[in-house]
Protein backbone atom coordinates (compact mmCIF):
# COMPACT_ATOMS: atom_id res chain seq x y z
CA UNK A 1 0.00 0.00 0.00
CA UNK A 2 1.00 3.76 -0.90
CA UNK A 3 1.41 5.95 2.30
CA UNK A 4 2.36 9.25 2.65
CA UNK A 5 1.26 12.76 0.81
CA UNK A 6 1.59 12.64 -2.89
CA UNK A 7 4.66 14.88 -2.90
CA UNK A 8 6.08 12.43 -0.37
CA UNK A 9 5.31 9.45 -2.69
CA UNK A 10 6.87 11.39 -5.73
CA UNK A 11 9.75 12.07 -4.03
CA UNK A 12 10.40 9.14 -1.82
CA UNK A 13 11.01 11.33 1.41
CA UNK A 14 8.96 12.22 4.20
CA UNK A 15 7.52 15.65 4.14
CA UNK A 16 9.04 18.01 6.47
CA UNK A 17 6.42 18.42 9.55
CA UNK A 18 9.20 19.45 12.33
CA UNK A 19 10.23 22.79 13.92
CA UNK A 20 11.75 24.92 11.23
CA UNK A 21 15.90 24.74 11.94
CA UNK A 22 17.24 27.79 13.19
CA UNK A 23 19.66 29.66 10.83
CA UNK A 24 22.95 32.40 11.16
CA UNK A 25 21.65 35.70 12.77
CA UNK A 26 18.33 33.62 14.00
CA UNK A 27 17.96 34.26 18.15
CA UNK A 28 19.17 31.06 19.42
CA UNK A 29 16.06 29.04 21.08
CA UNK A 30 16.23 28.78 24.70
CA UNK A 31 15.14 25.73 26.74
CA UNK A 32 15.62 24.85 30.14
CA UNK A 33 17.83 21.01 30.20
CA UNK A 34 18.84 18.24 32.67
CA UNK A 35 22.68 17.75 32.42
CA UNK A 36 25.51 16.21 33.80
CA UNK A 37 26.68 19.78 35.41
CA UNK A 38 22.57 19.56 37.05
CA UNK A 39 19.43 21.28 35.58
CA UNK A 40 20.15 24.89 33.71
CA UNK A 41 18.40 27.56 31.90
CA UNK A 42 20.34 27.68 28.68
CA UNK A 43 20.83 31.65 28.25
CA UNK A 44 21.09 32.16 32.38
CA UNK A 45 23.98 29.57 31.89
CA UNK A 46 25.22 31.22 29.39
CA UNK A 47 25.61 33.99 31.53
CA UNK A 48 26.86 37.09 28.73
CA UNK A 49 29.45 34.75 27.03
CA UNK A 50 29.97 32.55 23.52
CA UNK A 51 28.46 29.29 23.31
CA UNK A 52 29.62 26.22 21.45
CA UNK A 53 26.10 24.22 21.66
CA UNK A 54 27.60 20.80 19.63
CA UNK A 55 25.63 17.71 19.57
CA UNK A 56 26.84 14.22 19.27
CA UNK A 57 24.83 11.48 18.07
CA UNK A 58 25.52 8.64 20.97
CA UNK A 59 27.27 7.93 23.78
CA UNK A 60 29.65 4.97 24.34
CA UNK A 61 30.34 5.05 20.68
CA UNK A 62 34.03 5.65 19.15
CA UNK A 63 34.09 8.84 17.23
CA UNK A 64 32.16 10.46 19.76
CA UNK A 65 34.58 9.37 22.21
CA UNK A 66 37.48 11.22 20.52
CA UNK A 67 35.65 14.09 19.64
CA UNK A 68 34.19 14.89 22.91
CA UNK A 69 37.82 14.19 24.87
CA UNK A 70 39.77 16.13 22.64
CA UNK A 71 37.25 19.25 22.53
CA UNK A 72 37.62 18.46 26.72
CA UNK A 73 41.41 18.42 26.40
CA UNK A 74 41.39 21.99 24.76
CA UNK A 75 38.64 23.51 26.72
CA UNK A 76 40.98 26.10 28.02
CA UNK A 77 41.65 27.59 24.62
CA UNK A 78 37.93 28.01 24.37
CA UNK A 79 37.69 29.73 27.94
CA UNK A 80 40.61 31.92 27.23
CA UNK A 81 38.05 33.17 24.15
CA UNK A 82 35.05 33.66 26.15
CA UNK A 83 33.45 30.57 25.11
CA UNK A 84 31.38 28.29 26.74
CA UNK A 85 30.78 24.38 25.64
CA UNK A 86 27.91 22.27 26.43
CA UNK A 87 27.50 18.68 24.61
CA UNK A 88 24.07 17.24 23.62
CA UNK A 89 22.57 13.62 22.46
CA UNK A 90 19.21 11.46 23.17
CA UNK A 91 20.97 9.73 25.69
CA UNK A 92 19.71 9.95 29.20
CA UNK A 93 21.69 11.05 32.42
CA UNK A 94 22.13 7.63 33.39
CA UNK A 95 24.01 7.27 30.26
CA UNK A 96 25.76 10.38 30.62
CA UNK A 97 27.13 9.94 33.93
CA UNK A 98 28.31 6.18 33.14
CA UNK A 99 30.04 7.75 29.40
CA UNK A 100 31.90 10.42 31.37
CA UNK A 101 33.26 8.27 34.58
CA UNK A 102 33.71 5.83 31.59
CA UNK A 103 35.93 8.03 29.38
CA UNK A 104 37.60 9.32 32.63
CA UNK A 105 39.32 5.50 32.99
CA UNK A 106 39.63 4.81 29.77
CA UNK A 107 41.41 7.66 28.16
CA UNK A 108 42.30 9.96 31.42
CA UNK A 109 40.11 12.75 30.50
CA UNK A 110 37.51 14.46 32.64
CA UNK A 111 34.64 16.67 30.18
CA UNK A 112 34.92 20.17 31.98
CA UNK A 113 31.54 20.86 30.69
CA UNK A 114 27.97 19.93 30.94
CA UNK A 115 26.07 16.85 28.82
CA UNK A 116 22.57 17.95 27.89
CA UNK A 117 20.32 13.99 28.51
CA UNK A 118 17.94 15.04 25.80
CA UNK A 119 15.43 12.24 25.81
CA UNK A 120 12.70 13.56 24.86
CA UNK A 121 14.25 15.61 21.85
CA UNK A 122 13.29 18.66 23.04
CA UNK A 123 16.65 20.34 22.42
CA UNK A 124 17.56 18.29 19.19
CA UNK A 125 14.19 19.13 17.48
CA UNK A 126 14.49 23.08 18.27
CA UNK A 127 18.06 22.80 16.88
CA UNK A 128 17.33 20.92 13.89
CA UNK A 129 19.97 18.35 15.02
CA UNK A 130 18.42 15.17 13.91
CA UNK A 131 18.31 15.21 9.97
CA UNK A 132 16.35 12.07 9.15
CA UNK A 133 18.18 11.41 6.19
CA UNK A 134 20.99 10.58 8.20
CA UNK A 135 19.63 9.18 10.80
CA UNK A 136 16.01 9.75 12.26
CA UNK A 137 16.57 8.16 15.80
CA UNK A 138 19.91 10.19 16.78
CA UNK A 139 21.27 13.77 16.40
CA UNK A 140 24.19 14.26 13.60
CA UNK A 141 27.37 16.53 14.70
CA UNK A 142 26.16 19.83 15.17
CA UNK A 143 27.97 22.85 16.32
CA UNK A 144 25.68 26.09 16.54
CA UNK A 145 28.09 28.94 17.60
CA UNK A 146 26.09 31.50 20.01
CA UNK A 147 26.89 34.87 20.32
CA UNK A 148 26.85 36.46 24.18
CA UNK A 149 23.47 38.31 22.65
CA UNK A 150 22.15 35.25 22.07
CA UNK A 151 22.55 35.23 18.39
CA UNK A 152 23.58 32.21 16.42
CA UNK A 153 26.69 33.24 14.14
CA UNK A 154 27.96 30.14 12.33
CA UNK A 155 26.24 26.55 11.84
CA UNK A 156 28.38 23.65 11.02
CA UNK A 157 26.84 20.21 10.32
CA UNK A 158 28.66 16.89 10.05
CA UNK A 159 27.58 13.32 9.25
CA UNK A 160 27.49 10.39 11.70
CA UNK A 161 30.90 9.02 9.85
CA UNK A 162 33.18 12.36 10.36
CA UNK A 163 34.74 13.66 13.30
CA UNK A 164 35.18 16.87 13.85
CA UNK A 165 38.35 18.94 13.40
CA UNK A 166 38.89 21.25 17.02
CA UNK A 167 41.21 23.36 15.00
CA UNK A 168 38.52 23.95 12.55
CA UNK A 169 36.24 25.00 14.95
CA UNK A 170 39.13 27.43 17.41
CA UNK A 171 39.47 28.93 13.71
CA UNK A 172 35.70 29.84 12.95
CA UNK A 173 35.58 31.05 16.84
CA UNK A 174 38.71 33.44 15.84
CA UNK A 175 37.69 34.72 12.50
CA UNK A 176 34.02 35.32 14.25
CA UNK A 177 35.67 37.21 17.12
CA UNK A 178 38.21 38.93 14.98
CA UNK A 179 35.41 40.09 11.81
CA UNK A 180 33.02 41.40 14.25
CA UNK A 181 36.04 43.15 16.76
CA UNK A 182 37.59 44.83 13.41
CA UNK A 183 34.95 45.64 11.05
CA UNK A 184 36.12 43.38 8.74
CA UNK A 185 35.76 39.97 7.09
CA UNK A 186 38.23 37.06 6.49
CA UNK A 187 39.45 35.14 3.53
CA UNK A 188 39.81 31.62 2.46
CA UNK A 189 41.76 29.42 5.13
CA UNK A 190 42.25 32.68 7.43
CA UNK A 191 44.18 31.98 10.53
CA UNK A 192 44.59 34.66 13.44
CA UNK A 193 47.70 36.55 12.44
CA UNK A 194 46.93 36.46 9.02
CA UNK A 195 45.63 39.06 6.71
CA UNK A 196 42.39 40.50 7.05
CA UNK A 197 39.82 41.91 3.72
CA UNK A 198 38.13 45.18 4.06
CA UNK A 199 34.40 44.85 3.38
CA UNK A 200 34.06 45.72 0.16
CA UNK A 201 32.26 49.01 -0.47
CA UNK A 202 28.44 49.52 -1.15
CA UNK A 203 28.27 52.76 -2.45
CA UNK A 204 30.36 55.26 -4.48
CA UNK A 205 31.49 57.13 -1.53
CA UNK A 206 32.87 53.99 -0.10
CA UNK A 207 34.75 52.85 -3.25
CA UNK A 208 36.64 56.71 -2.57
CA UNK A 209 36.89 55.97 1.07
CA UNK A 210 38.89 53.06 -0.16
CA UNK A 211 41.29 54.73 -2.66
CA UNK A 212 42.39 57.06 0.41
CA UNK A 213 43.57 53.39 2.71
CA UNK A 214 47.01 53.36 3.21
CA UNK A 215 49.46 50.58 4.57
CA UNK A 216 46.91 48.03 2.53
CA UNK A 217 47.40 45.48 -0.07
CA UNK A 218 44.87 46.66 -2.73
CA UNK A 219 44.53 43.87 -5.60
CA UNK A 220 41.42 46.33 -6.96
CA UNK A 221 38.86 48.62 -5.77
CA UNK A 222 36.85 45.83 -3.93
CA UNK A 223 39.36 43.45 -2.78
CA UNK A 224 42.06 44.97 -0.37
CA UNK A 225 43.65 42.98 2.80
CA UNK A 226 45.11 44.75 5.63
CA UNK A 227 46.94 43.38 8.84
CA UNK A 228 45.65 44.01 11.84
C1 LIG B 1 30.76 7.07 16.54
O1 LIG B 1 30.80 8.05 17.28
O2 LIG B 1 31.70 6.31 16.40
C2 LIG B 1 29.52 6.84 15.73
C3 LIG B 1 28.29 7.20 16.24
C4 LIG B 1 27.14 6.97 15.50
C5 LIG B 1 27.25 6.38 14.26
C6 LIG B 1 28.50 6.03 13.75
C7 LIG B 1 29.65 6.27 14.50
Redesign the pocket.
Known amino acids: MCTGSPSEQATGQAANTATPMPRIGDSAPDFKAVTTHGELQFRDWQAGKWALLFS???DF???????LTELARRNAEFEARNFKLIGVSIDSIHSHLAWVENLDQILKVRLPYPLIADTDKKVSQQFGMIHPGE?ST?TVRALFFIDPKGTIRAIIYYP??V?RNVDEILRVVDALQTAEANGVACPVNWKKGDKVIVPPPKTEKEVAARKALTNVERLDFYLIKKSL
Open positions: HPATPVCSTESVLNG
